[in-house]
Nanobody, 114 residues
Framework: QVQLVESGGGVAQAGESLRLSCATSGSTSSFNAMGWYRQAPGNQREWVSVVNSRGRISYTDSVKGRFSISTDNARTVSLQMNSLKPEDTAVYYC?????????WGQGTQVTVSS
């Protein structure tokens, strides 16, 4: 079993930065991928970024050049968010795929004001 707990959300002005962290527990040593999704009010959940077990990293186009994902041997997965925009406002969820099973955190709110 794998547990994920996010932290670091909050309120920021446009142009500012926030850093999200996701602490993992349980058997994550055989993870396939870890990353972040987000869901804005009235919208479907949107994939944001992923890092796989080989270290390959991908971002959705809207955050490229502004967000940066990192992981510490699958113990934590972090998302550094710079140059925030109001459209980044959402609940952010971390996820991990371990042995082909997906696990989710409870979500953390990020609000960006203009």
């Amino acid at each position: 079993q794998v547990q994920l707990v996010e932290s670091g959300g909050g309120v920021a002005q446009a142009g500012e930065s926030l850093r999200l962290s996701c602490a993992t527990s349980g058997s994550t040593s055989s993870f396939n991928a870890m990353g972040w999704y987000r869901q804005a009010p009235g919208n479907q959940r949107e994939w944001v970024s992923v890092v796989n077990s080989r270290g390959r990293i991908s971002y959705t186009d809207s955050v490229k050049g502004r967000f940066s994902i990192s992981t510490d041997n699958a113990r934590t997965v972090s998302l550094q968010m710079n140059s925030l925009k109001p459209e980044d406002t959402a609940v952010y969820y971390c996820y991990a795929v371990v042995r082909e099973t997906a696990y989710w955190g409870q979500g953390t709110q990020v609000t960006v004001s203009s």
